[in-house]
């Protein structure tokens, strides 16, 4: 299939129907409003439900309720929006339903500002809200890779019945670049009825399907937290992913970044090289799982003499960064978290500083 | 001369753990009944709320879904949006519904969702031990108003009925009784009417059923009927405060304009 050209949010919205998810319930936030907005169009088209609720509280219930009855649905948000779908987060996770996510990041906290941020590190994968959860947590850097993370979302969301995020600063919603729909990623949704409350008829065994999070025994409620945990470790196993860019023998500073970020990060290192300074940079495309080993493996190499984390949050990544180097070089850390994304030019100018620094 | 008097299907036969004299036996009775005598346990599924009746779903034996605290209605939206064909009925109680969920059950009454609400209004949060609800009454006394409700303070109880009704988008909204067996007759045919009316694709119905607790009210269940007699029906008047045609399938019309007049 031809290219075209399609702004981020809308984009996200048409890999989700091409995915094959024909179910969506959103309430307005800037500046993801566009996703909403073209499928109160697109959906109707394809005999599928979009619905406005009333508060992102109720989206996130709705969300429990369609993905309980076994349906492909999904929901975008930002910052504010997704502190207020946790709650329901929380409850989709401790349920194991599957559905997907997604936060076009903005600056915080509180009201915090409009402009792109990747100031939700901490809530997409440390829990948002209360209780042992965790997301899969899929973080693009372009597009077109928001499109594919989109459409591989779904058997993701599935295959661990597990609500799974994509986590995009709002340069990814707001930005137009060329996209490609692969039909090799569309999927049929995973049969249901082994625990979906879609009704005891349909299966024809008498047996009913009760969905519910409340443990009151307490060797129940660890042993089903056990499950979930065997569930994330198995996240960690399988479906760990990132991408080397530069990292070779003779680097002396590694980078670690993601998002819009990384694409900024990435014509810094191209500048630095034509300089004579050889940095690279590991960026994750998965923040949970979040790829440990590749971040260790690079920063462990002989000409390393430094980490540096570049984000835009205030010490967020760097923490996970600080957790995979283990001590073995020193980790700094750089961003801005007010909608303006760092320059080539300043994350040049803070490597520089950092390899002068140790040297 | 055969059995006249059976266990519904749709009701689990399990040993009970709400209080002696609590009315939700009877509510879930009520339910389970209707939804035997239309013939939907294969295609119902239940979500329960957060209360006394969170684990209700142990007396029901078709499909059900545990809430999160008054998001019930929100539940059920996203439920039969995608799933038209199935029969969804939450069940919530005066705390879930008219406190922490007040804003999904008035949006979903007002997008007018082809579900069912089993409402309990017996004023008082139960399960967490006895606190002042939304639908306490003036100067009763509970563990967060143990000198009585001050409405200077808290404002009026909310009716729920009456407050659904105002909504301008069709729907059918009742208030019966469990509390002598006469109002329990009416409570079944409202429960009968909400679940029809949803099969038939009509409108949300709501049936707000007023209750006892005579735990957390320190009463014997005696008293306690007693006491929502005398003190809850003058404040909740019992009938039909909304239906999509006028009142035709109302139980309670003849006492509502009884009381108008």
């Given at each position: 299939m031809a290219k075209v050209l399609m702004k981020g949010n809308e984009a996200i919205a048409e890999a989700a129907v091409?995915?094959?998810?024909?179910?969506?319930?959103?309430?307005?936030?800037?500046?993801?409003?566009?996703?909403?907005?073209?499928?109160?169009?697109?959906?109707?088209?394809?005999?599928?439900?979009?619905?406005?609720?009333?508060?992102?509280?109720?989206?996130?219930?709705?969300?429990?309720?369609?993905?309980?009855?076994?349906?492909?649905?999904?929901?975008?948000?930002?910052?504010?929006?997704?502190?207020?779908?946790?709650?329901?987060?929380?409850?989709?996770?401790?349920?194991?339903?599957?559905?997907?996510?997604?936060?076009?990041?903005?600056?915080?906290?509180?009201?915090?500002?409009?402009?792109?941020?990747?100031?939700?590190?901490?809530?997409?994968?440390?829990?948002?809200?209360?209780?042992?959860?965790?997301?899969?947590?899929?973080?693009?850097?372009?597009?077109?890779?928001?499109?594919?993370?989109?459409?591989?979302?779904?058997?993701?969301?599935?295959?661990?019945?597990?609500?799974?995020?994509?986590?995009?600063?709002?340069?990814?919603?707001?930005?137009?670049?060329?996209?490609?729909?692969?039909?090799?990623?569309?999927?049929?949704?995973?049969?249901?009825?082994?625990?979906?409350?879609?009704?005891?008829?349909?299966?024809?065994?008498?047996?009913?399907?009760?969905?519910?999070?409340?443990?009151?025994?307490?060797?129940?409620?660890?042993?089903?937290?056990?499950?979930?945990?065997?569930?994330?470790?198995?996240?960690?196993?399988?479906?760990?992913?990132?991408?080397?860019?530069?990292?070779?023998?003779?680097?002396?500073?590694?980078?670690?970044?993601?998002?819009?970020?990384?694409?900024?990060?990435?014509?810094?290192?191209?500048?630095?090289?034509?300089?004579?300074?050889?940095?690279?940079?590991?960026?994750?495309?998965?923040?949970?799982?979040?790829?440990?080993?590749?971040?260790?493996?690079?920063?462990?190499?002989?000409?390393?003499?430094?980490?540096?984390?570049?984000?835009?949050?205030?010490?967020?990544?760097?923490?996970?960064?600080?957790?995979?180097?283990?001590?073995?070089?020193?980790?700094?850390?750089?961003?801005?978290?007010?909608?303006?994304?760092?320059?080539?030019?300043?994350?040049?100018?803070?490597?520089?500083?950092?390899?002068?620094?140790?040297? | 001369m055969g059995k006249t008097f059976r266990r519904p299907q749709a009701l689990a036969e399990v040993p009970t753990h709400y209080c002696p004299g609590c009315t939700h036996g009877i509510a879930h009775r009520l339910v389970a009944e209707v939804i035997d005598e239309l013939g939907i346990r294969g295609r119902t599924v239940g979500i329960a709320p957060v209360g006394c009746a969170v684990l209700c779903y142990n007396y029901f034996t078709f499909d059900f879904i545990e809430a999160a605290h008054g998001r019930a209605p929100a539940i059920a939206t996203g439920l039969k949006r995608v799933r038209p064909d199935l029969v969804v009925f939450t069940y919530q109680g005066d705390g879930d519904l008219a406190s922490i969920g007040m804003s999904e059950i008035v949006h979903a009454a007002n997008r007018g969702e082809k579900f069912t609400t089993v409402f309990i209004n017996n004023a008082v949060y139960g399960m967490t031990g006895g606190q002042m609800a939304p639908t306490t009454l003036p100067d009763q006394r509970t563990t967060t108003s143990p000198f009585g409700r001050k409405v200077a303070q808290t404002g009026m109880p909310v009716k729920v009925a009456e407050l659904l009704s105002a909504l301008e988008t069709p729907g059918y909204i009742v208030r019966e009784a469990l509390i002598r067996p006469k109002y329990i007759q009416r409570a079944k045919k409202a429960i009968r009417n909400a679940f029809t009316y949803q099969v038939e694709n009509t409108c949300f119905s709501l049936v707000e059923l007023i209750s006892t607790c005579p735990t957390n009210w320190g009463m014997t269940p005696i008293e306690a009927l007693s006491w929502a007699e005398e003190k809850m029906l003058p404040y909740y008047p019992l009938g039909v405060f909304k239906s999509p045609e006028g009142g035709r399938r109302s139980p309670g019309a003849a006492e509502r304009s009884a009381d108008a007049a």
């Open positions: 091409r995915a094959g998810c024909l179910n969506y319930f959103a309430y307005p936030i800037t500046p993801q409003s566009e996703v909403a907005e073209y499928l109160s169009r697109r959906l109707p088209e394809v005999g599928g439900v979009f619905l406005q609720g009333e508060s992102e509280v109720a989206v996130s219930y709705m969300i429990f309720g369609a993905a309980a009855a076994g349906a492909r649905v999904f929901t975008t948000s930002s910052s504010p929006g997704i502190s207020l779908m946790s709650e329901g987060i929380s409850y989709i996770a401790a349920a194991e339903l599957p559905c997907v996510f997604v936060n076009i990041m903005r600056g915080g906290p509180g009201l915090g500002g409009i402009l792109p941020s990747q100031a939700d590190y901490f809530q997409a994968v440390k829990g948002g809200g209360h209780g042992d959860y965790r997301l899969l947590v899929l973080a693009p850097a372009s597009v077109q890779e928001a499109v594919e993370m989109m459409m591989e979302a779904f058997p993701l969301a599935e295959k661990y019945r597990n609500p799974v995020m994509i986590l995009g600063d709002g340069l990814i919603g707001q930005m137009m670049e060329p996209v490609e729909f692969r039909d090799d990623l569309k999927s049929e949704p995973a049969p249901a009825d082994d625990w979906a409350t879609n009704g005891m008829e349909r299966r024809g065994s008498g047996r009913r399907n009760l969905i519910r999070t409340l443990y009151l025994v307490p060797s129940e409620l660890n042993a089903h937290n056990l499950k979930l945990k065997a569930k994330y470790d198995r996240m960690r196993r399988e479906e760990l992913r990132w991408e080397n860019y530069a990292v070779d023998p003779s680097i002396r500073l590694l980078l670690v970044s993601y998002g819009t970020m990384s694409r900024v990060c990435r014509t810094a290192i191209d500048r630095l090289r034509e300089e004579g300074v050889a940095v690279g940079m590991v960026r994750p495309k998965t923040l949970f799982p979040f790829p440990r080993e590749a971040v260790f493996a690079a920063a462990r190499q002989s000409e390393v003499r430094a980490v540096l984390s570049v984000e835009m949050s205030m010490g967020q990544l760097v923490e996970d960064v600080e957790w995979s180097v283990r001590g073995a070089r020193p980790v700094f850390w750089y961003g801005k978290c007010g909608g303006e994304v760092p320059t080539p030019e300043e994350v040049m100018e803070e490597a520089r500083r950092i390899l002068r620094e140790t040297e | -």
